[in-house]
């Protein structure tokens, strides 16, 4: 039976996720969440480089994609 020499490329993907307050002003709580949410993606650079070291890590999922094959010769 002949051999193969298989190339395969893993896509891993992780989440960090870290949490954090954010001060808001607001005239009511639902109001407060969205300015949150508004607020927490224009900080985007500085979630990037948070101080938290304490953060939770693990993998979302992983993809494999064959990039080449060929047949091994003896």
């Not at 002949?2 to 639902?30: F, G």
């Not at 948070?50 to 979302?60: A, M, N, S, W």
Request: charge should be negative; include cysteine.
């Amino acid at each position: 039976m002949p051999k193969y020499l298989c190339t395969v490329n893993a896509q891993i993907h992780i989440i960090k996720e870290i949490t954090d307050t954010i001060e808001i002003e607001a005239p009511d709580e639902v109001q407060a969440e969205e300015d949150a949410e508004t607020a927490a993606q224009l900080m985007e650079k500085s979630w990037l480089e948070h101080p938290e070291l304490d953060y939770k890590e693990f993998y979302e999922d992983i993809e494999f994609k064959v990039e080449d094959v060929e047949e091994q010769v003896e």
